[in-house]
C-alpha cells in the first residue's frame, strides 16, 4: 500500500483556488433556499397540492442527505479533480431538466438528480482547501468556503422571490444549470489532480447503508414538520427504519475487512466533539432562521418579504466573520477555544431572542440574528478546519462527510423538533417559563429559551476539541496502526499535524 503523502504534489494559491471553490459553494445552499418561495407558483402550473410540491424541496434535500458521506468516502479513493467535474455535470444537467419538466414528477426527479450532484459540493470543496492549499493557509480557505455557505444562504430566498417574480420558477433552474456547467473549465483548469490517499475498493453495501440511514432519518424528520408530527406513521416508520438501516450499517463497519468509513473515527474524542458541536450548532441556527420569520409574521404582523429582510444581517454577519475566523485558525488559535466563543454568542442571541426580542420590534430580532451569524461564523469554520489537524490524511476525505452530514441532520432536525415544541407550547397557552419575560408571545419565549439550552451540550463537545488538541499524538498514532481499517495506519513520516494534537 502506497503511503500517503502529508501534503499534495500540486499546491494551488489561495486566491486562484477560492475563485473556483467559493461561486461552487454558493451553489448549493441558493440552489436549497431560492426554491421555497416559488413553490405557489409550481404548485398553480402543475396544479398540485401543498405536500406534492413540497417534494421539489424535500427531494433535493434527501440526495443531499444520502450523498453528502458518500462522496466524503469517495474522496480518499477518487480523483478530486474528476470527482468535482461529474458533480458539477449531474447538478447542472438535474436543473436543465428542471428548467423544461413537462410535469411534477420529472421536476422531483431532476431535483433529486441535481441534489446526488450538489451534495458533492461542499465535501470536496472542504477536502480541496485542506489538500491544495499550504498548511497555513487551509483554515484561511475554508473561512472563505463558511463565508459562502452565509452568503447563499442570505442570498437564496432574495435571488427566488426577485427573479423567480420576475422571469418565473423556471429561470432559477436556468440560472443553476448555466453556473454549474461554467465552473467546470475552471475546475478542470485550477484543481490539481493529485494521487488518492486510499487506493483500495470503497465498500459498496456500508456506503448503501450509510446513505440510507441518512436519506431515511431526514425523511422522517421531514415529514414531522408536517400537521401530524412526530405521530405520524410515515415519520416515526422512516425514523424506526433509519435507526435500522443505522444499526445495520454500524455492524457493517464492524465486520466488513474494508469498511466504508474506518472505525477509529468512532472512537476518536477530537473528531466526536467536533461532529457533536457542529451537529447541536447547526440545529440551533437553522431552526432560528426558520422560527424568527414566523414570529414576525404571527406576532409582529410582518408581510412574509418583510419577515425575510430581517434575516439577512445573520447571513452577511456569517459571510464576513467566517473569513476572519479563518484567520484566527491560521495563526494557531485552538480551534475549541474560539469554537466556544461563537458558542457563547449564539447563547446569549438565544437568551436575548427569548428574553427581549419576541413580540419586540423587529429591530431587535435582526440584532439577534445578526449576533447568531457572528456566532455560527466563528464555530462553523474552526470546527471545520480542525479536521485538518484531527484526522490523518487518508481518513480526511471520509471524515468531512461524516461530518457534513451530522451539520445537514442538525438542520433537518432542529426545525421539525422545535416545530412541535412551539405548536405545544401555543396549544397549553401558559406562562412563560423565562421569568424575565413580560411579552405575550410565551410559546416563542419559551422555545428560544431551550435553544439557549441546546448550547450547553455544544459547550462542553467544544471543551472536548479543545483537550484533544493537548493529547499526546502518539496515542492516536498507536490506535490507527492498530485499527482493523488497513487504510487507517500512518505513514512513519507523519508528525503531529496528521493527528489528534
Avoid at 451530522?406 to 421569568?435: H, K, Y
Wanted: aromatic share 6%; glycine share 12%.
Amino acid at each position: 500500500m502506497n503511503s500517503p503523502s502529508p501534503r499534495p504534489d500540486g499546491v494551488v494559491s489561495l486566491a486562484r483556488l477560492l475563485l473556483v471553490l467559493v461561486p461552487a459553494m454558493l451553489l448549493v445552499p441558493v440552489a436549497s433556499d431560492m426554491v421555497s418561495l416559488v413553490l405557489p407558483r409550481i404548485a398553480g402550473r402543475f396544479d398540485a397540492s401543498t405536500p406534492q410540491v413540497a417534494w421539489v424541496v424535500t427531494g433535493f434535500l434527501l440526495a443531499c442527505a444520502i450523498g453528502i458521506p458518500i462522496y466524503g468516502r469517495m474522496a480518499d479513493s477518487y480523483s478530486l479533480r474528476r470527482l468535482f467535474v461529474i458533480a458539477l455535470a449531474v447538478f447542472g444537467i438535474g436543473n436543465l431538466i428542471s428548467a423544461l419538466a413537462p410535469n411534477l414528477l420529472l421536476l422531483v426527479a431532476a431535483r433529486i438528480a441535481s441534489g446526488a450532484g450538489g451534495a458533492a459540493i461542499p465535501v470536496l470543496a472542504i477536502v480541496a482547501a485542506t489538500r491544495l492549499l499550504p498548511r497555513g493557509q487551509a483554515a484561511i480557505g475554508v473561512g472563505f468556503i463558511a463565508a459562502a455557505g452565509g452568503l447563499g444562504t442570505a442570498l437564496g430566498p432574495a435571488i427566488g422571490g426577485g427573479l423567480g417574480q420576475a422571469l418565473g420558477w423556471r429561470a432559477l433552474f436556468w440560472l443553476l444549470a448555466v453556473w454549474a456547467v461554467g465552473l467546470i473549465p475552471a475546475v478542470l483548469r485550477v484543481i490539481t489532480d493529485t494521487q488518492p490517499a486510499d487506493t483500495r475498493r470503497i465498500d459498496l453495501l456500508g456506503g448503501i447503508l450509510l446513505g440510507a440511514g441518512a436519506g431515511l432519518l431526514l425523511f422522517g424528520i421531514t415529514r414531522a414538520e408536517g400537521t401530524h408530527g412526530f405521530t405520524a406513521p410515515s415519520s416515526w416508520g422512516a425514523l424506526l427504519a433509519g435507526a435500522a438501516t443505522a444499526a445495520l450499517f454500524a455492524w457493517r463497519t464492524r465486520s466488513a475487512t474494508d469498511p466504508f468509513v474506518p472505525p477509529s473515527l468512532f472512537t476518536h474524542r477530537g473528531y466526536l466533539a467536533a461532529a457533536s458541536v457542529i451537529f447541536l450548532a447547526m440545529m440551533v441556527n437553522l431552526t432560528t432562521l426558520v422560527l424568527v420569520p414566523l414570529l414576525l409574521i404571527d406576532v409582529n404582523g410582518l408581510t412574509l418579504g418583510q419577515g425575510a429582510l430581517v434575516m439577512i444581517p445573520g447571513g452577511l454577519a456569517l459571510a464576513a466573520l467566517a473569513p476572519l475566523a479563518g484567520r484566527i485558525g491560521a495563526k494557531g488559535a485552538n480551534e475549541g477555544t474560539v469554537a466556544l466563543a461563537g458558542l457563547s454568542i449564539i447563547a446569549a442571541s438565544m437568551l436575548f431572542l427569548s428574553t427581549f426580542a419576541v413580540g419586540a420590534s423587529a429591530v431587535w430580532a435582526g440584532v439577534a440574528v445578526f449576533a447568531l451569524g457572528a456566532g455560527f461564523a466563528l464555530v462553523v469554520t474552526l470546527t471545520t478546519s480542525a479536521l485538518g489537524h484531527l484526522l490523518p490524511p487518508d481518513q480526511f476525505g471520509a471524515g468531512v462527510g461524516i461530518f457534513q452530514g451530522a451539520q445537514f441532520l442538525g438542520a433537518g432536525t432542529g426545525p421539525a423538533l422545535f416545530g412541535v415544541l412551539l405548536s405545544v407550547r401555543q396549544a397549553g397557552d401558559t406562562e412563560p417559563i423565562n421569568p424575565l419575560y413580560t411579552g405575550n408571545a410565551s410559546a416563542y419565549s419559551d422555545t428560544f429559551l431551550i435553544l439557549t439550552l441546546i448550547t450547553v451540550p455544544a459547550a462542553v463537545a467544544a471543551l472536548r476539541l479543545r483537550n484533544a488538541r493537548a493529547d499526546h499524538p502518539t496515542r492516536l498514532a498507536a490506535a490507527l496502526r492498530t485499527s482493523r481499517w488497513p487504510g487507517s495506519r500512518l505513514p512513519e513520516h507523519a508528525g503531529a499535524d496528521s493527528v489528534d494534537r
